[in-house]
């Protein structure tokens, strides 16, 4: 079910107790020399609509706002990043309207590795700003089913970063018509230090910043080359898979 697609009266008539609003986010930015740069914020629209699918009208999927904060990639052209602050400011904007409202489960999606500290500020601040009138939940979907996604990776460590093994399978399930694996580059890059890592599911304890541009000539870190669309086509129902079984739990949270 798509939001931009009801009407004011359907939208009013939904459960306000129980719908799941899910807002999915990501990133315009580059990835890498064989895909395009929307491509967080279409996956993580996909994994959204797949999931609500499932729900059968349990949940609601918001229009994704295209951009993330990307700052670590503006060295590459065709970038366009957010300050921090303005994507806080226009998750919190869309997240108050629906509360307001009186929706009362609002659930962020994420797609984009660098939006990783906005959310969890938002999931704190948000939570704190509506505590009682609604409960908002933020996670980001290759995180939510990593061990699925751990499972059917083929690369060692370093293989899943940025336009990688995963991104590129996922995309190749989405729209493989904006994919050219031709014009694709494996790179392994040396985050020069054990406690770093360049793997989506590495697990770092440490924040830090890597600009891609010092860490990768093409922007790609880890290896599309291990793509396929069947590949992609079982990523993506792992984390539809995960992402129902989490808006199954969430819908029934206590409020606080
Ligand atoms: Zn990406």
């Keep these: ?20 609003f899910v807002l999915p986010i990501g990133s315009v930015e580059q990835h890498g020399r064989h895909m395009p740069v929307g491509t967080d914020t279409m996956l993580a629209e996909s994994v959204a609509l797949g999931a609500a699918a499932r729900l059968a009208g349990r949940a609601v999927v918001m229009p994704p706002p ?4 990307s700052a670590h990639h503006m060295r590459f052209p065709g970038t366009v990043t ?3 602050e303005t994507l806080m400011a226009l998750v919190g904007d869309i997240v108050g309207s629906l509360v307001e409202h009186g929706f009362r489960r609002i659930l ?25 009138k609604a409960r908002i939940a933020c996670l980001t979907y290759f995180q939510l089913a990593r061990e699925a996604i751990a499972r059917l990776r083929e690369s060692g460590p370093g293989g899943m970063g940025h336009a990688c093994e995963f991104e ?16 694709a580059v494996a790179a392994y890059p040396d985050p020069g230090s054990s406690y770093l890592t360049t793997d989506l599911l590495g697990g770092s304890a440490i924040r830090t910043y890597h600009d891609f541009a010092d860490l990768s000539e093409t922007g790609t870190f880890g290896d599309p080359m291990l793509a396929s669309p ?3 086509s079982d ?9 129902v079984r989490f808006i199954d739990d969430f819908a029934g949270w206590r409020m606080g």
């Design 168 to 183: 590129t399978a996922m995309m190749m399930a989405v729209r493989e018509d904006l994919v050219h694996l031709d014009r």
């Design 230 to 232: 069947g590949k992609g």
């Design 1 to 20: 079910m798509r939001y931009e697609e009801l009407s004011s009266p359907e939208i009013d008539a939904l459960d306000r107790d129980r719908t799941v």
């Design 82 to 84: 957010l300050r921090a």
């Design 108 to 132: 962020v999606v994420n797609g984009h590795g660098g939006n990783g500290g906005v959310i969890d500020v938002l999931g704190s601040t948000l939570g704190h700003r509506f505590h009682g």
């Design 235 to 243: 990523f993506h129902a792992a984390v539809v898979n995960e992402l």
């Design 66 to 69: 295209w951009y993330g904060f």
